[in-house]
């Protein structure tokens, strides 16, 4: 790997000092404790206009020293961030959570219904309601609001299961997808939505 992209991950990592940074003086954002760092370096580098398999492949090598090209086998995945409030002492808390999850989980064209034109200030984004099993650690009947990017190769790891997003499986992009006004946060990289999500 070349100088500059070493310098970049450093960059990069400086950078992450500021993810906690709220998006203005009325949002309170939280990263959860349960992010994967390389997927947080991920989003912080394709906000400086680098591709997200690239992105990601710096990422593996800044976290865990992995070269991707080194790996007998790969895994097809997506990189996921869930939008979600909580109330906490009367304040309203916007968190975050980034993870990896197999491709399979959005087959039957899912990833491809937040391909849509929502104008401009607004991202599409899938609206699900949190399940039972409390496996990404929403609390359970909370609405919340789903980004992704890839499909990317990655290391062969455990990843959060399809049964985490049951409604992906059953419900239409009609009923699935949601036009969100976002803000810029984290120094004006990543965004984030402007409101709590509703499933009302």
């Given at each position: 790997?070349?100088?500059?992209?070493?310098?970049?991950?450093?960059?990069?990592?400086?950078?992450?000092?500021?993810?906690?940074?709220?998006?203005?003086?009325?949002?309170?954002?939280?990263?959860?404790?349960?992010?994967?760092?390389?997927?947080?370096?991920?989003?912080?580098?394709?906000?400086?206009?680098?591709?997200?398999?690239?992105?990601h492949?710096?990422?593996?090598?800044?976290?865990?020293?992995?070269?991707?090209?080194?790996?007998?086998?790969?895994?097809?995945?997506?990189?996921?961030t869930?939008?979600?409030?909580?109330?906490?002492?009367?304040?309203?808390?916007?968190?975050?959570?980034?993870?990896?999850?197999?491709?399979?989980?959005?087959?039957?064209?899912?990833a491809?219904?937040?391909?849509?034109?929502?104008?401009?200030?607004?991202?599409?984004?899938?609206?699900?309601?949190?399940?039972?099993?409390?496996?990404?650690g929403?609390?359970?009947?909370?609405?919340?609001?789903?980004?992704?990017?890839?499909?990317?190769?990655?290391?062969?790891?455990?990843?959060?299961?399809?049964?985490?997003?049951?409604?992906?499986?059953?419900?239409?992009?009609?009923?699935?997808?949601?036009?969100?006004?976002?803000?810029?946060?984290?120094?004006?990289?990543?965004?984030?939505?402007?409101?709590?999500?509703?499933?009302?």
């Amino acid at each position: 790997m070349s100088r500059k992209w070493f310098a970049v991950v450093g960059v990069v990592l400086v950078w992450m000092g500021l993810i906690d940074c709220p998006a203005s003086a009325e949002v309170i954002i939280e990263e959860s404790d349960a992010s994967e760092a390389s997927v947080v370096i991920t989003s912080a580098l394709e906000a400086f206009g680098i591709g997200t398999q690239s992105a990601h492949e710096i990422a593996l090598l800044a976290t865990a020293g992995i070269l991707l090209q080194d790996e007998p086998t790969t895994c097809l995945v997506y990189l996921v961030t869930l939008h979600w409030c909580e109330s906490v002492d009367g304040e309203i808390i916007h968190r975050r959570l980034r993870v990896r999850m197999d491709a399979s989980c959005f087959d039957g064209g899912v990833a491809q219904c937040i391909d849509v034109d929502c104008g401009v200030g607004m991202k599409p984004m899938l609206k699900l309601l949190s399940s039972s099993n409390g496996c990404l650690g929403i609390p359970t009947g909370s609405c919340f609001f789903v980004e992704l990017s890839g499909p990317v190769e990655t290391t062969c790891d455990t990843y959060p299961g399809c049964e985490c997003l049951p409604q992906l499986q059953t419900e239409s992009c009609e009923d699935l997808v949601e036009c969100v006004p976002f803000s810029p946060a984290d120094g004006g990289g990543v965004i984030v939505p402007s409101t709590c999500p509703s499933c009302d």
